[in-house]
């Protein structure tokens, strides 16, 4: 669609209400947007890809997750592109927090049609967004647009947030499309959210690290990352034996342009699984987290797709859902735009409640922010975060790997 042009927002919300509609007939959330640049410009449309052929593919396939990465992608190839300030991602859906934390922190604008009062920045409607960490709040405020619903039914709204960019000369949406959008995506959300609690129950998993290194699953799961299952420690209790494994990503990071950040997961059983440094010179919302939840997400469905139903339930006893395990950040979350997208990344790759017996399943070596700031941070998060998930970072237990990364 990169030919098309559009300088009204309600032809704009079509296009975003057309992939929403194409991402339900995937089976995956029904929402959708599109880029378009200062002179209303189409450069890219596309939809959530959170799941394909049935299967998890990738809990960070928002689409204007997607559509970020797509334009730094495409500015590292070469290709001139406006800057952030210029563009304006248009959605049929409010984004989440993940989406959010993206799209402020590489600047972009946002044009939003429906509300979504679980997981949206903003849930309540009063387009305050006091979901942020305040630092962030006015420049959402200067870039989130809710355009006017005209009309009388339950979907009418005046317009809240920004103005939408100049190039708009339409500034509203109509009922009908803003219905569409609202309608799409609420028929495929119970559905897929319920596919993120269909894995299996960790009384049933199995351990990998009893499989012969020569298995296929071992192998695969090597390949993505050699040193995995060489490291293990008690369930859920990371120890210093995990430093370097931290230390060596860390390190990577730096080279691929972060600050030094990396994250590991280990599964129920205690086997270091991944461990990720970003990618942030590639772009710059690709941090430590992103990469190390996308690559688990992408290695399960890489083994189950195409699969038989026998070999699928091997993978699915052997590499468990990801909220079993732990994740362990060398660096706690902090009051910035990517520590937020982290946080609703990990939002998105729960999508349900956290085992009970799990209470320790985000973990941090080094804090960023005092304990009790980093829980107001979650505790002011949308419902579905901080009431349905209950996102819960604490830090690592153990002093000795604490101050192996100091
Ligand atoms: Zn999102």
Redesign the pocket.
């Known amino acids: 669609m990169a030919h098309k042009k559009t300088i009204d927002v309600q032809a704009a919300v079509a296009i975003a209400a057309a992939e929403a509609i194409a991402a339900k007939t995937q089976g995956t959330f029904g929402v959708g947007g599109l880029m378009l640049d200062q002179h209303g410009n189409v450069l890219q449309s596309l939809h959530n890809n959170v799941i394909k052929d049935g299967l998890i593919y990738d809990p960070t396939a928002?689409g204007?997750?997607q559509l970020i990465d797509w334009y730094y992608a495409e500015r590292a190839k070469g290709r001139e592109l406006p800057e952030p300030q210029d563009i304006t991602i248009v959605t049929s859906l409010d984004?989440?927090c993940?989406?959010s934390g993206a799209i402020l922190a590489g600047g972009f604008n946002v044009v939003v049609a429906a509300p979504d009062k679980n997981a949206g920045l903003n849930y309540d409607s009063s387009a305050d967004f006091h979901a942020l960490p305040k630092a962030l709040r006015s420049q959402a405020s200067a870039s989130f647009s809710y355009p006017a619903i005209l009309g009388t039914s339950l979907y009418a709204r005046a317009s809240t947030g920004a103005t939408p960019k100049s190039f708009f000369i339409g500034k509203t949406i109509s009922e009908p499309t803003q219905a569409l959008c609202s309608l799409v995506f609420e028929a495929t959300s119970a559905d897929v959210m319920e596919m993120f609690n269909t894995d299996l129950p960790q009384e049933v998993l199995k351990d990998p690290a009893t499989l012969p290194a020569s298995h296929a699953l071992v192998s695969v799961l090597k390949q993505h990352y050699p040193d995995a299952l060489t490291y293990r420690c008690k369930p859920h209790q990371p120890d210093a034996g995990l430093a370097p494994f931290l230390k060596q990503a860390m390190a990577r990071d730096r080279e691929y342009g972060g600050a030094g950040d990396a994250v590991a997961l280990l599964d129920s059983f205690g086997n270091l699984l991944l461990c990720m440094p970003g990618r942030t010179a590639q772009s710059g919302i690709r941090s430590a987290f992103m990469e190390t939840t996308r690559a688990y997400a992408q290695l399960r469905y890489k083994l189950m797709n195409g699969a038989t139903p026998e070999q699928q339930n091997e993978v699915r006893h052997y590499l468990g859902h990801p909220k079993d395990g732990t994740f362990v950040f060398a660096k706690g979350p902090d009051a910035s735009a990517v520590s937020f997208m982290n946080l609703g990344a990990y939002g998105s790759t729960m999508e349900g409640p956290l085992p009970l017996k799990n209470p320790a399943q985000f973990q941090y070596v080094q804090p960023s922010l005092p304990e009790a700031e980093l829980a107001a941070v979650c505790a002011a998060m949308p419902p579905l975060y901080r009431n349905i998930i209950r996102i819960r970072p604490t830090q690592v237990a153990d002093a000795a790997l604490v101050s192996a990364l100091v």
């Open positions: 928002h204007e997750r984004p989440c993940m989406c």
